[in-house]
C-alpha cells in the first residue's frame, strides 16, 4: 500500500472516531468515561476519615436551636398533611366551644418539626431509627416554639438525641430521637407511627389512634 492511500486510511478512522465521540458528548456520554457535571463532583474523603465518624457527634454535644414561628397557616397545614381532621385544628370557633382558646397544633405535626429538626443537624443521609415524644403546652396561633437538643449516647454509627420545645406557655414537646446518619449502621426498625396518650413513637410499638 502506498504512503498516500495509508494516510487517507487513517484519516477516514480518525474521523469516524470524532465523530462517534461527538454523538456520545451529545447524548451524555463520552467514551472516555461518564461525563460530571461542574460542581457534581464526589466529595474528597480522606482514607485516614472514616464517614461513619463524626467529631461533632458525641455525648454532650448540643444541637444548634431552631425557632419555628407557629402560624395558623402551619398548624391547619400541618393537620391535613397528616390527614387529621378534627375540628380543633382548623376550626377556631369549634376549638372554642371545646375549651380551647384558639386552634392548636397536633401531635403530627410537632413530630414532624422534631425529625425536621434532627435531619437538619445530621444531614440528609440521616435515618431516623426512633422518635417518642410527649406533648405539653399547646402551640396556639401566634407564638414562637424553639426546639433545642443535645446528645445522650452515641455508639455503632447511632445517636440518641433528647429534643426539648418550649413555648410562650412552657414545654410544648419533650423527647428522644435515635438517628443514624450517613446510612447508618442498620436499617430502620418497621412498624407504623404510633400515638399512646399523647406521646407519638416511631418504632413498631403498639398504640392506639391519635387523641
Known amino acids: 500500500m502506498r504512503m498516500s492511500e495509508q494516510y487517507t486510511d487513517e ?3 480518525t474521523d469516524e472516531e470524532k465523530h462517534t465521540d461527538d454523538e456520545e458528548q451529545a447524548r451524555g456520554r463520552s467514551r472516555t468515561g461518564p461525563r460530571v457535571c461542574p460542581g457534581t463532583e464526589p466529595p474528597d474523603i ?3 476519615i472514616r464517614p461513619d465518624i463524626r467529631p461533632d457527634i458525641r455525648p454532650g454535644v448540643e444541637l444548634p436551636p431552631l425557632t419555628i414561628p407557629v402560624t395558623r397557616t402551619l398548624i391547619v397545614a400541618g393537620a391535613l398533611a397528616s390527614r387529621d381532621y378534627q375540628d380543633v385544628h382548623h376550626d377556631a370557633e369549634a376549638a372554642r366551644e371545646k375549651g380551647s382558646p ?3 397544633m397536633n401531635i403530627l405535626t410537632t413530630n414532624g418539626l422534631v425529625g425536621r429538626y434532627i435531619t437538619d443537624h445530621f444531614g440528609p443521609r440521616c435515618v431516623l431509627r426512633k422518635v417518642a415524644i410527649r ?3 399547646p402551640n396556639y396561633p ?3 416554639m424553639v426546639l433545642r437538643g443535645a446528645v445522650d449516647e452515641v ?4 445517636a440518641v438525641v433528647r429534643v426539648t420545645g418550649e413555648n410562650g406557655l412552657g414545654h ?3 423527647g428522644t430521637v435515635t438517628v443514624a446518619w450517613d446510612g447508618g449502621a442498620a436499617a430502620v ?3 407504623a407511627t404510633a400515638v399512646v396518650g399523647g406521646a407519638v413513637t416511631l418504632d413498631g410499638e403498639d398504640g392506639g389512634a391519635a387523641a
Open 135 to 137: 406533648l405539653g403546652a
Open 11 to 13: 484519516q477516514e478512522r
Open 142 to 144: 401566634g407564638d414562637t
Open 102 to 104: 384558639d386552634i392548636f
Open 46 to 48: 480522606r482514607p485516614d
Open 172 to 174: 410544648h414537646v419533650t
Open 155 to 158: 455508639a455503632d454509627g447511632t
Open 189 to 191: 426498625d418497621g412498624g
